[in-house]
């Protein structure tokens, strides 16, 4: 049977990669094959998942150099006989392949991504109208599930540790266009600061990772537009 040659970090900081021979399957992904290593090769390994299928955003590691979701990264697509398996850049390493991604959901705080109402459970659903400019702003970036693959494929977050990075001002952007959010000059304020918006280089490394196809570089790119007319309004007044 034809053999993979896979070699998984081993460590935290530091550390080095281990071998491993895996035989060659059909369907085959890399969560699978790191999943087949840790039931038969070697237990100690750690890693995360959950769904295996593209929904919770946990499996996600660099593969051969960029970062994916292990459990939608099917081998064949890597072309390749060797995979080389290490945790998420930009990220500290707690042990193999898991990072620590308090600093990531930390920065969403920082981007003023908490979402004020001032309705109660008493008052009626807001009408939302979805043809709105704003509601399509906001719903071209929502379906952000938290993974980190953009984070760790920005290279500003990496030698700037400030930058609150494409995860969290994408989710800024799409609070600023919540016709709900009460607290949107906050959330603005926030996302224009010194680690915001204007540290990105709008190259699009983030949105050339991204599994789903967001666009965290439009969203940015939105709030640079956004925070200049803020602040031009400032000067006018
Ligand atoms: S924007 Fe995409 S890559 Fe970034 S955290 Fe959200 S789902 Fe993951
Ligand atoms: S476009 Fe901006 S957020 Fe995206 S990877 Fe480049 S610097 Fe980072
Ligand atoms: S395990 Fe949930 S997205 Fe991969």
Redesign the pocket.
Known sequence: METLTVQIWRGAETGSFASFSVPKRDNQTVLDVVTEIQQRQDQSISYRFACRVGVC?SC?MTVNGK?RWSCRTHISSLKSSVITIEPLKNMPRIKDLVTDMTGFFDKWGQAGNVFESDKTRQDAPAKVDPSSQQRKAANA?I?????????A?CDVVSWNDEYLG??AL??AWSLVNDERHTGKQDTLVAAMGAGGCSNCHSQGN?MT????????TRSIAGLKKMSLFSLMGKQDG
Request: aromatic share 4%.
């Open positions: 955003g996600a970062p970036a379906e952000c599930i938290n993974c980190g693959v953009c984070y494929a494409p995860a994408n989710r983030c990772a991204c599994p789903i196809g967001l666009s965290p």
